[in-house]
T-cell receptor, first 114, second 113 residues
Framework: SAVISQKPSRDICQRGTSLTIQCQVD?????MFWYRQQPGQSLTLIAT?????????ESGFVIDKFPISRPNLTFSTLTVSNMSPEDSSIYLC???????????FGPGTRLTVT | GDSVTQMEGPVTLSEEAFLTINCTYT??????LFWYVQYPGEGLQLLLK?????DKGSNKGFEATYRKETTSFHLEKGSVQVSDSAVYFC????????????FGTGTRLTIIP
């Protein structure tokens, strides 16, 4: 299994600012993903983080709002840009191990936008 | 598109009761199926999985069987404990090599002593 850490664990940000969330995995993984979990709701995939190339975004999410980097196999960042209160959510990083069809999740970053 | 329909909650049971949380899915191809659990204040954890029809996933007393004929993956436990109180998510993944997950809405389970 893979252990995933995220920083920060939580933050309170002002409208119009940006926040970058870091995700670090303790072992090599194949796929890395970013999800959003809005209050009281399920998880929605934002994008697949591709190593060394542009992320693949799901419908309704765009690079200008959620730029993602993945410079190597074990690290990725998600930036939430020009934030509004509607961006208040938990953002989760996940990764798929080298040999198994299952995902491991980070503890999440709880973002509140005021 | 792919989707997961999950039993609506919240569900409240007494300790030692039998638990069933229903999950059905729609998918192109042959999905893998998962149950994830989110304990209060914690991140998402994989509870169990099944990758092909008739497989049974099991962990911590929980079980779920992949039923292709009914496109279902219902979660069951014979005797729940207070410590099982959590939110349970059913999910699927259809593409080997791009394992993005489609989640159900989640079911909040509360066990009363």
């Amino acid at each position: 299994s893979a252990v995933i850490s995220q920083k920060p664990s939580r933050d309170i940000c002002q409208r119009g600012t940006s926040l970058t969330i870091q995700c670090q995995v303790d072992s090599q993984v194949t796929m890395m993903f970013w999800y959003r979990q809005q209050p009281g709701q399920s998880l929605t995939l934002i994008a697949t983080a591709n190593q060394g190339s542009e992320a693949t975004y799901e419908s309704g999410f765009v690079i200008d709002k959620f730029p993602i980097s993945r410079p190597n196999l074990t690290f990725s960042t998600l930036t939430v840009s020009n934030m509004s209160p509607e961006d208040s959510s938990i953002y989760l990083c996940s990764a798929t191990g080298l040999s198994q069809r299952e995902q491991y999740f980070g503890p999440g970053t709880r973002l509140t936008v005021t | 598109g792919d989707s997961v329909t999950q039993m609506e909650g919240p569900v409240t049971l007494s300790e030692e009761a039998f638990l069933t949380i229903n999950c059905t899915y729609t998918a192109t191809g042959y999905p893998s199926l998962f149950w994830y659990v989110q304990y209060p204040g914690e991140g998402l954890q994989l509870l169990l999985k099944a990758t092909k029809a008739d497989d049974k996933g099991s962990n911590k007393g929980f079980e779920a069987t992949y039923r292709k004929e009914t496109t279902s993956f219902h979660l069951e436990k014979g005797s729940v404990q207070v410590s099982d109180s959590a939110v349970y998510f059913c999910a699927l993944s259809v593409s080997f090599g791009n394992e993005k997950l489609t989640f159900g809405t989640g079911t909040r389970l509360t066990i009363i002593p």
